[in-house]
T-cell receptor, first 109, second 116 residues
Framework: GNSVTQMEGPVTLSEEAFLTINCTYT??????LFWYVQYPGEGLQLLLK?????DKGSNKGFEATYRKETTSFHLEKGSVQVSDSAVYFC????????FGTGTRLQVFP | EAGVAQSPRYKIIEKRQSVAFWCNPI?????LYWYQQILGQGPKLLIQ????????DSQLPKDRFSAERLKGVDSTLKIQPAKLEDSAVYLC??????????????FGDGTRLSIL
């Protein structure tokens, strides 16, 4: 069946460090891919998306590239801030949204 | 633009009691979703409505969960009777069209349910 696997957290970084959160998917066809973010006490927000192979989604300094050959959609940011502390979900859209288990990011000053 | 509204934010009940959650989607959004998010897991789709019709309820435990969207706008999700394993955050989301069309889903803040 369809599934999304992302790295377990928590990921703990110092401010201005480089961030990578790995995500791979298993799905029939070519799903659209998303990263959602959940800040403490808030609902899920769409962070970025890519709808076809080699597309790069970007927002707020975060980027992710749709890699069909490796079925991956890794999230990256060059310099994290304390305000980026949140839970990040990798999501594949087949005929419904399939969520990964989430990765908690903690950024310390 | 007002977001997806959910109430209550928190609910604590004893097992075997009943509970209901309410969701008001973004105005004009035809599709409404209910998700269950158990602690440490990603959200799992319970039911999807397109206007007032059910599109997908394959993962809804129908022996105890029910949902309706009678007028194609707001929706209620009910659990009766509740079990300990129902402790979770219940998220409502809405989108302009169906997810097949890659319409982004907008989420409410959720209702955190605790079963004692």
């Amino acid at each position: 069946g369809n599934s999304v696997t992302q790295m377990e957290g928590p990921v703990t970084l110092s401010e201005e460090a480089f961030l990578t959160i790995n995500c791979t998917y298993t799905a029939t066809g070519y799903p659209s891919l998303f990263w959602y973010v959940q800040y403490p006490g808030e609902g899920l927000q769409l962070l970025l998306k890519a709808t076809k192979a080699d597309d790069k989604g970007s927002n707020k300094g975060f980027e992710a590239t749709y890699r069909k050959e490796t079925t991956s959609f890794h999230l990256e940011k060059g310099s994290v801030q304390v305000s980026d502390s949140a839970v990040y979900f990798c999501v594949a859209n087949t005929d419904k949204l399939i969520f990964g288990t989430g990765t908690r990011l903690q950024v310390f000053p | 633009e007002a977001g997806v509204a959910q109430s209550p934010r928190y609910k604590i009940i004893e097992k075997r009691q009943s509970v209901a959650f309410w969701c008001n989607p973004i105005s004009g959004h035809a599709t409404l979703y209910w998700y269950q998010q158990i602690l440490g897991q990603g959200p799992k789709l319970l039911i999807q409505f397109q206007n007032n019709g059910v599109v997908d309820d394959s993962q809804l435990p129908k022996d105890r969960f029910s949902a309706e969207r009678l007028k194609g706008v707001d929706s209620t999700l009910k659990i009766q009777p509740a079990k300990l394993e129902d402790s979770a955050v219940y998220l409502c989301a809405s989108s302009l069209g169906s997810s097949i069309g890659n319409q982004p889903q907008h989420f409410g803040d959720g209702t955190r349910l605790s079963i004692l």
